[in-house]
Each structure stands twice: as C-alpha cells, then as structure tokens.
C-alpha cells in the first residue's frame, strides 16, 4: 500500500447545520487502487462524508470548512456546478444505499444508464443498447432485455440497486463511492457483486470509498477501515488491525454485535454493553432449545399455507397464449404459535409475494392458506379486516411504511380507530405511549415526525404500531436490513422480549442468513418461487442438504 499515489486527500472536514455540529474535522485518503470502508453507526457521518466528498452538500444551507478536498490533480472545494456534473460523469462513480428514490419513476431502466453515456460521449449512439445489455449482464441481473424496457417500479429491491451498480460502473470512474450499496441483496448475489466491484477495481485500476453497516463484509472486502461515531473518526488502520485488535470500546461494539455463526446467545450484545465492560453473555443451551421445540411443535399450526402458486401476467396476446411469470410455484409451509419460522431466499424467489398473500393484499392464484383451521381465499369484508388485525405486516423501510406529515402518535393511534380497538381520545394516547413504552421509547417522541428519528427508531415505531391490534402473527419481510449492527442488535432483542411477553408468532424473512439463524426455530429456503429445503435452524445451517442451501452459506461473508 506504501508506494500507491493518494487519490482522494480529505483534510479536516467540519460540517455543521444552524444547530449541531455533524462532521468534527474529519481526515483520510484513499489511494490509487485501494479500498478504505467506514463503518459506525446510523447518524455516524457515513453518508455525509460520501455526499460532500460527491460535492451534493455544496449548494445546501449546511455549513462546509475543509482545509483540502482534493481528487487526482482536481481540488473539488473550488468546482462550479458544471465542473461537478463533468466530474461526478466520469471521475466519480456513485452508488447510494436507496435505489428507489435514485431511479426515475417515471422513466424505463435501460434509457436511463443510457442517458450516462450520452452526456459524458462515451461511445457511438449506436452502441449504447448493447452497452447498456452487457453491465446489466455483468451486474447479474437475469433477462436483461426486459430490465431494460422496465420501470423500476417493475423490479424488485435487489433488481433495481443492480441497475445503480451498473449505471455507476458504466463510464469506468477512477473513484467509486459505494453507500451501503449490497444492503438489499441477498448473500449469493451480494458475493458476486462485491467480486465484480473488485474485478472492476483491478480493471480500470479504480478505488473504492465503501459505506457499510456490515463489518463480516468490509472484512473481506476493504484494505483499511475507518470507524465512525457521532462525526468523529474514533479508530483507523488496516482490516487485520481494526479487526484482530480493535482498542475502542465502541469498534469491539460493532464488531459483536452481529449473531454469530458459531454459538447461540440469549441476548445479543451491544456497543452499551462494552461501554459498561460488560463482554459475557449466556449462551442457549441445546438441551432447553428441544425441550422448547417439542412443546411448540406438538400443538395445532396457527397458520397453513398448501400449494400456494402465484402468477403475474406478462404479456397480453390477441391470437397467443398470454405469457404470465410464475413467482410463487406449489409453497407450502405451516407456523405454529410462539414459533418463529425463517423464510430465506435470493431477491425476487417470492419471499415478499408470499407475504401479501398471507393477509390477501395480492390474493393467490391457486393453493390454500388457512388460519386457525379457516381458509381465508374469497374471505368477506368483515373477517379480512379481523384477518389483518390478528396478522400484521412490517415492511423493510419503515420511512416509507410512515406518513411524512404524521406525527409518531398519530401513526401508532391510527389502527387502534381504524380496527375501533380503543374509545376516547385520552384512552387512545395512553395506549400509544404504553406501547412506545412496550419497544423502548419514552413519552417525549409521541409529537415528533419520521424525519426526526434515526432509522432504528423508526423501527421501532412500526413495530409499535404493528403490536397496536394485538396481533398474534407479525410479518417481518427483510425488517432489520436497512439497519446497522448497533441497532439491529437492539431491534433483534427487543423482538425476542415481545414474543416471549406477548405469545407472538414470527414469519421473519431475511437475506441475511446469520441473522435468521439466531431468531428462528426452523428455517425454509426457497429459490425461484419453489421451496427447495426446510428444517430445524442449527441443523439446516450447519449441515444444509440442498445444492442452493450449500450455496448460500458458502457466500456468507466471514469475520
């Protein structure tokens, strides 16, 4: 690393909003060809380092000092906006961690990196499509002629982040800055894309500022780290320094707070843990997990899904068959009361799919569910309104699932009158604050607004207002994958207490499949819409039968 030429030189970078100061004179390189990741927790100053290294934060109230910012022979503290636009064209590449709020919605896929090349001349007009073809190809994505007539709408999380991969690595930059950019994907093709960001790297001998929650990533992905907490850069040096011996009570934190692989722990630790010296935790004992698994499993399943099939159409036809995808093929599965039961599987296998059916959002196409022995297929206006307060759905991005303009009361209030749970209005904020009080939140943030909470936060108060109608069956689709080590820990824990206090049952779907590991009873997979392996957690992940089971711990990035 010595004889490599410093690329990026970032010296004493303060940033500050009219009330706080977020970014406290922060320095780093990054040099030719190298690697450098930051990891630290939400609101550490990750993503802000990456917008104003990108120059995004220039033209914003924020206040900006920095003694040299300096890419190659460019000093970006002095650019116009058009020079910015040449540079972020085709010496920066960008790929942030929202793929949906970056893509135009109103506009297909393949036009769209299309129109990279054009403003930065690469290439002849003509070559564009199969240009555009072959990063999609490169990137994975499966039929790449139809990503590209595709509105992103159209295309799942992992589709579309694929898409801002290839559209950022298309003009071959000399820097590439990557804000959690494998966060919506699943391990197998998360491996393949941080394989070809590598192979790109070596290529067009790029470097890579690379933002990531996910230390077991950034330790087989990075050459140096840099630790991040609350704007301030707490620890630094290569992989092998920052992860054999970390010195900070908060890096030790990060680094353990994610379910490990190799041992089952109640509790999962956290950076307030090691803060408090605090670095033993007791483990679940194989003995009292069957003594737990034979009670659960002897009683009646709460809910049954029976060859569920679920089909798409594609394309309507006059003199033809019309063409239909088949996104859910024969899945049957059952969950018992106070089981959790993980549901694994690449993006696009049918996970989500499954879910919207199971509280009739997107009705199958053929099969059975029945809950509590009842089916619910042609269910009446009346029982599908006590189906949907007795199963509850938590989305990935708890921003998305909050109304911007409502406050956290009013949102977590907002079922108790739709379902006509609770009467008055001062009974009704008494609930809401019990049950901010139920995930951890005091009384203080019932007026405040999603924009106002961290991301773990916002967790927290969707599931508060999930946990509203006392439901009895929570469906977590990818619920914790946004969030970052820390917290995540947290929100696992917090989980954990409420099935226990509450007799839930848990439907958790995940990527990310240590995580799964650690919350569920057993585990099915699935790929391409059919279930292809289900079984006990442990046995499943330490000795997988399946060729696709094999696959996916065999790409599960280790620390």
Same mark, same amino acid.
């Given at each position: 690393? %010595?004889?490599?030429?410093? @690329?990026?030189?970032? %010296?004493?970078?303060?940033?500050?909003?009219?009330?706080?100061?977020?970014? =406290?004179?922060?320095?780093?390189?990054?040099?030719?060809?190298?690697?450098?990741?930051?990891?630290?927790?939400? &609101?550490?100053?990750?993503?802000?380092?990456?917008?104003?290294?990108?120059?995004?934060?220039?033209?914003?109230?924020?206040?900006?000092?920095?003694?040299?910012?300096?890419?190659?022979?460019?000093?970006?503290?002095?650019?116009?906006?058009?020079?910015? /636009?040449?540079?972020? &064209?085709?010496?920066?590449?960008?790929?942030?961690?929202?793929?949906?709020?970056?893509?135009?919605?109103?506009?297909?896929?393949?036009?769209?990196?299309?129109?990279?090349?054009?403003? =930065? %001349?690469?290439?002849?007009?003509?070559?564009?499509?199969?240009?555009?073809?072959?990063?999609?190809?490169?990137?994975?994505?499966?039929?790449?002629?139809?990503?590209?007539?595709?509105?992103? *709408?159209?295309?799942?999380?992992? /589709?579309?982040?694929?898409?801002?991969?290839?559209?950022? $690595?298309?003009?071959?930059?000399?820097?590439?800055?990557?804000?959690?950019?494998?966060?919506?994907?699943?391990?197998?093709?998360?491996?393949?894309?941080? =394989?070809?960001?590598?192979?790109?790297?070596?290529?067009?001998?790029?470097?890579?500022?690379?933002?990531?929650?996910?230390?077991?990533?950034?330790?087989?992905?990075?050459?140096?780290?840099?630790?991040?907490?609350?704007?301030?850069?707490?620890?630094?040096?290569?992989?092998?320094?920052?992860?054999?011996?970390?010195?900070?009570?908060?890096?030790?934190?990060?680094?353990?707070?994610?379910?490990?692989?190799?041992?089952? @722990?109640?509790?999962?630790?956290?950076?307030?843990?090691?803060?408090?010296? #605090?670095?033993?935790?007791?483990?679940?004992?194989?003995?009292?997990?069957?003594?737990?698994?034979?009670?659960?499993?002897?009683?009646?399943?709460?809910?049954?899904?029976?060859? @569920?099939?679920?089909?798409?159409?594609?394309?309507?036809?006059?003199?033809?068959?019309?063409?239909?995808?088949? !996104?859910?093929?024969?899945?049957?599965?059952?969950?018992?009361?106070?089981?959790?039961?993980?549901?694994?599987?690449?993006?696009?296998?049918?996970?989500?799919?499954?879910?919207?059916?199971?509280?009739?959002?997107?009705?199958?196409? !053929?099969?059975?569910?029945?809950?509590?022995?009842?089916?619910?297929?042609?269910?009446?206006?009346?029982?599908?309104?006590?189906?949907?307060?007795?199963?509850?759905?938590?989305?990935?991005?708890?921003?998305?699932?909050? *109304?911007?303009?409502?406050?956290?009361?009013?949102?977590?209030?907002?079922?108790?009158?739709?379902?006509?749970?609770?009467? &008055? %209005?001062?009974? #009704?904020? #008494?609930?809401?604050?019990? $049950?901010?009080?139920?995930?951890?939140?005091?009384?203080?943030?019932?007026?405040?607004?999603?924009? /106002?909470?961290?991301?773990?936060?916002?967790?927290?108060?969707?599931?508060?207002?999930?946990?509203?109608?006392?439901?009895?069956?929570?469906?977590?689709?990818?619920?914790?994958?946004?969030?970052?080590?820390?917290?995540?820990?947290?929100?696992? =824990?917090?989980?954990?207490?409420?099935?226990? /206090?509450?007799?839930?049952?848990?439907?958790?779907?995940?990527?990310?499949?240590?995580?799964?590991?650690?919350?569920?009873?057993?585990?099915?997979?699935?790929?391409?819409?059919?279930?292809?392996?289900?079984?006990?957690?442990?046995?499943?992940?330490?000795?997988?039968?399946?060729?696709?089971?094999?696959?996916?711990? !065999?790409?599960?990035?280790?620390?």
């Amino acid at each position: 690393m %010595k004889d490599k030429k410093p @690329l990026l030189i970032v %010296k004493s970078l303060s940033i500050s909003s009219s009330d706080r100061l977020m970014l =406290n004179g922060l320095s780093f390189t990054v040099k030719t060809n190298e690697i450098v990741a930051i990891v630290g927790e939400s &609101g550490s100053g990750k993503s802000l380092t990456a917008q104003c290294v990108a120059g995004l934060l220039f033209q914003t109230p924020l206040s900006i000092s920095c003694e040299k910012m300096q890419l190659g022979t460019q000093d970006l503290l002095h650019l116009s906006t058009k020079d910015w /636009q040449t540079v972020r &064209g085709k010496e920066l590449g960008i790929i942030f961690q929202e793929p949906q709020s970056s893509l135009n919605p109103s506009m297909r896929c393949g036009p769209q990196v299309v129109e990279r090349l054009k403003k =930065n %001349k690469i290439g002849s007009p003509k070559s564009y499509h199969a240009r555009v073809l072959d990063s999609f190809d490169a990137v994975h994505l499966p039929q790449p002629e139809r990503i590209f007539k595709a509105y992103p *709408h159209e295309l799942s999380g992992g /589709q579309k982040q694929r898409v801002m991969i290839a559209m950022a $690595l298309i003009v071959a930059p000399q820097l590439l800055i990557a804000d959690e950019p494998t966060t919506a994907l699943d391990v197998t093709v998360q491996k393949e894309i941080l =394989n070809f960001i590598k192979e790109k790297k070596k290529s067009y001998k790029m470097s890579v500022l690379f933002i990531s929650h996910d230390l077991s990533l950034v330790a087989k992905f990075a050459d140096m780290v840099l630790v991040m907490q609350k704007g301030k850069l707490v620890e630094s040096g290569t992989v092998e320094e920052i992860f054999k011996n970390p010195q900070e009570p908060y890096t030790q934190g990060l680094l353990y707070a994610r379910p490990q692989p190799d041992k089952r @722990l109640k509790r999962l630790p956290t950076v307030a843990d090691f803060y408090k010296k #605090q670095n033993t935790f007791k483990s679940v004992s194989k003995a009292s997990r069957n003594k737990r698994h034979k009670t659960l499993y002897s009683q009646k399943p709460l809910l049954e899904v029976k060859g @569920l099939i679920k089909e798409y159409p594609l394309l309507r036809n006059w003199f033809k068959e019309n063409e239909s995808l088949r !996104a859910v093929d024969k899945v049957s599965f059952d969950i018992y009361p106070g089981e959790t039961l993980g549901l694994v599987g690449e993006s696009g296998c049918g996970k989500s799919t499954i879910c919207r059916a199971m509280v009739y959002i997107d009705p199958p196409t !053929a099969g059975d569910i029945r809950y509590k022995g009842r089916s619910i297929l042609g269910i009446k206006a009346n029982a599908l309104r006590e189906l949907r307060r007795e199963i509850q759905l938590i989305f990935q991005d708890p921003l998305a699932a909050l *109304h911007p303009l409502k406050s956290i009361g009013d949102a977590i209030a907002e079922p108790l009158h739709v379902h006509r749970l609770v009467s &008055g %209005k001062a009974a #009704q904020k #008494q609930k809401v604050l019990y $049950l901010l009080d139920q995930v951890g939140m005091g009384y203080e943030y019932y007026q405040r607004y999603p924009h /106002q909470l961290s991301g773990g936060q916002r967790q927290r108060v969707v599931i508060a207002r999930a946990l509203a109608t006392e439901p009895q069956l929570l469906l977590l689709d990818e619920s914790v994958a946004a969030l970052d080590i820390s917290v995540q820990a947290q929100v696992l =824990n917090l989980l954990n207490d409420l099935k226990d /206090q509450l007799k839930l049952s848990y439907l958790f779907i995940s990527h990310d499949l240590n995580v799964v590991k650690y919350m569920a009873d057993r585990i099915i997979v699935m790929q391409n819409g059919v279930l292809v392996e289900e079984g006990e957690a442990d046995k499943l992940y330490n000795h997988p039968k399946h060729p696709y089971s094999l696959e996916l711990i !065999a790409a599960l990035p280790k620390m």
